[in-house]
């Protein structure tokens, strides 16, 4: 089924369901609903069985591993920040994510480390200790 032969109604109701049940939508959902319906279904049932349904871990488990794999893979800042919205809206505290964040650096680096301190940094209005003596700017240390 293209998007052509969907009728927009059924699209827009998959999209808002994924909102309901994951707590979010990426860019790439919204596009592949208008543009090709079946491969977003395809790729919503491998997400729907490993990540959505109910098993042995739990969805908070799950997200704090979800904000650790997207910081590894060097993942966009606001796709760390949903699963990072969401895991808070699951009780998850700001210490308890940024302990998983910190468990990529031996394996990822500190490159990858800081993509998501600043996602977390920004997520949760957390600041930093401002030096006294006159330094350069070092920014986040990430280009997004």
Known sequence: MTADTVPPQTAQEYIDAMARDRGYVLDYHKVMAQHDFDVLQAT????EAAYLRPRA?????????????????????????????????????PQEILEAIEIALPEAGIVAFQAGLEAWRETVGATGIEPRAAVHEGGSGTTQ
């Open 57 to 93: 871990l739990d969805r908070r488990t799950k997200e704090l591993l979800f904000i650790l794999s997207l910081t590894v893979m060097r993942a966009g800042k606001g796709h760390i920040q949903s699963h990072i919205r969401v895991a808070l809206d699951l009780g998850v505290t």
């Open 44 to 47: 919503n049932g491998l997400v």
